[in-house]
């Protein structure tokens, strides 16, 4: 039987583009494992893996009018925000860069003999190697930041573990560009091209995940596809770390202060965020608590208004398209939900913003509207209007784990005053990252990031985004009673590659 062939589709039109490739088989996928777990030795000089992080992100620059077309033209995300998004990928690289020069990732602990110690401690020296192959399953929205040259790929590679990369359907021919300047990228510090195997097609994945070289998997996408997955993970001979962003809501609670005090601001604020990108940001508010009453509706009109001025818009594929209409549609559909501006079908290959009002009280039990605490992907939000505490505290304790969850205060309440501190308290279970009077569309890549959250937000409780990233493709390991001189350089006593450590105790710089 033939290879499927893997096309480039414009979602603008819905038609085919190019061939760009065909889906690998069996055979290829175990190619490109063994080319990846062959290509480990030429990454474990931090110099030089440092030097190549630096390197791929001057090459994706100078690529940059080539990859930003043709990224275009897959997605319809328009040159603005992909040049956006490709300059913070190129950050994001040389960041990573950065943490491995530093060393301070490795956790290096040293600890001498103490036989005064209860019980007594032998010579021990700790730190972290790099699992080994990683499988990176791109994702649809994010093009560059989430895909073949984005945070599971950059901090994958800091760690020292080759990558093999599933391309996402959406954008095949920019992964195969992206991938070539990965690879120049690499060959310039002598570093094997299979260090970045990249594979097309649903059954590549599958393999993937079962290869018994591949030591860990790094996913965003999807609920179904994600716990699939998961599970297959978990299922191998040997299971390996799944670290997977799957869905999630954001949940966001407007006080009955905070509207009464800026019901207009909070309104074209929510506006702004939920349709950023189409709606296709995986941390779009998608279920936003707000009063009853005047404040309330207030905000409500704002945000109707604002909405209500927002073009049509192209979401990356037809098939996505085709799901939010459908899923708008069953949503507003249920009893006492309304539709201030009606979200769905913009035109044949477009859809159109919109919102989704329902009582609190619907959402605060089990029943029909449970579809109304589901993530639906594109420009749409539900906005629950509660009576009282009782019925916020109903539906935040029904709400499956998230990436974020954002409370909207007065001034009053962010001073300390009134509930402001309880209601954080309350949404913190709920998210890795938690927002007072801001919008969750934005990750920033920073050391203090997190994005991640409890199931089914992610997987595992690592971030995909900031510095600690790296630290999902690594291991400790502690050497004991070993000699110094069959020790790694890293951690011998006398610090010869001058790494961050805790030596006796003591942290030293």
């Not at 020292?160 to 991938?179: F, I, N, R």
């Amino acid at each position: 039987m033939a290879a499927a062939p893997v096309w480039s589709v414009d979602p603008r039109t819905g038609k085919q583009r190019e061939q760009v490739a065909v889906e690998a088989t069996a055979q290829e996928v175990d190619a490109a494992v063994r080319a990846a777990h062959a290509a480990r030795d030429a990454l474990a000089d931090r110099t030089v893996r440092a030097a190549f992080l630096r390197t791929a992100a001057d090459e994706l620059k100078a690529a940059e009018a080539t990859l930003v077309e043709a990224a275009d033209a897959e997605t319809a995300l328009g040159p603005v925000r992909l040049t956006g998004e490709l300059a913070r990928t190129c950050y994001q690289l040389r960041a990573f860069a950065d943490i491995v020069d530093e060393g301070a990732f490795l956790d290096v602990v040293i600890n001498h003999p103490d036989d005064t110690a209860t019980p007594p401690v032998p010579d021990l020296r700790r730190y972290k190697v790099p699992l080994g192959v990683v499988a990176v399953y791109s994702a649809s929205n994010f093009p560059f930041a989430f895909s073949v040259p984005g945070g599971d790929t950059a901090s994958a590679l800091a760690a020292g573990c080759p990558v093999v990369v599933k391309a996402h359907p959406d954008h095949p021919a920019l992964s195969e560009l992206v991938a070539k300047v990965l690879r120049r990228a690499a060959a310039r510090h002598g570093i094997p091209e299979g260090v970045l195997g990249l594979v097309h097609g649903f059954e590549a994945g599958i393999e993937l995940i079962k290869h018994p070289l591949v030591a860990a998997a790094g996913f965003t996408g999807s609920v179904r596809g994600g716990r699939a997955l998961f599970d297959a993970a978990a299922a191998r001979p040997v299971p390996i770390p799944f670290h997977g962003e799957l869905g999630s809501l954001n949940p966001v609670v407007v006080t009955e202060a905070a509207a009464t005090e800026r019901a207009e601001a909070i309104g074209a604020g929510l506006a702004g965020s939920m349709t950023l990108g189409v709606g296709q940001f995986c941390v779009k508010p998608g279920l936003v608590l707000v009063p009853s009453g005047a404040a309330g509706d207030g905000l409500v009109k704002s945000l109707a208004d604002a909405v209500g001025d927002t073009d049509a818009g192209v979401l990356l594929d037809h098939r996505m398209r085709d799901n939010f209409v459908a899923g708008v549609a069953e949503r507003a559909a249920l009893p006492d939900v309304e539709a201030p501006v009606t979200p769905g079908a913009g035109g044949e290959h477009t859809v159109s913003a919109g919102f989704l009002t329902v009582p609190a009280s619907r959402l605060a039990a089990e029943g029909e509207h449970d579809l109304l605490l589901e993530e639906c992907f594109g420009p749409v939000t539900v906005v629950a209007r509660y009576e009282d505490e009782t019925e916020v505290r109903g539906v935040l304790s029904r709400l499956p784990g998230n990436l974020t969850a954002t409370v909207q205060l007065s001034a009053e309440e962010a001073a300390g005053q009134g509930r402001g501190a309880e209601l954080l308290a309350e949404v913190t279970p709920l998210a890795g990252r938690v927002l007072v009077n801001g919008w969750p569309t934005g990750v920033a890549v920073a050391p203090a990031q997190h994005h991640g959250g409890p199931y089914p937000a992610t997987t595992s409780t690592s971030t995909s985004v900031g510095g600690t990233a790296i630290e999902r493709w690594l291991r400790p390991v502690a050497y004991q009673g070993t000699p110094e001189a069959l020790l790694p350089p890293e951690l011998r006593d006398d610090n010869p590659l001058g790494l961050p450590r805790r030596f006796n105790g003591v942290l030293e710089r």
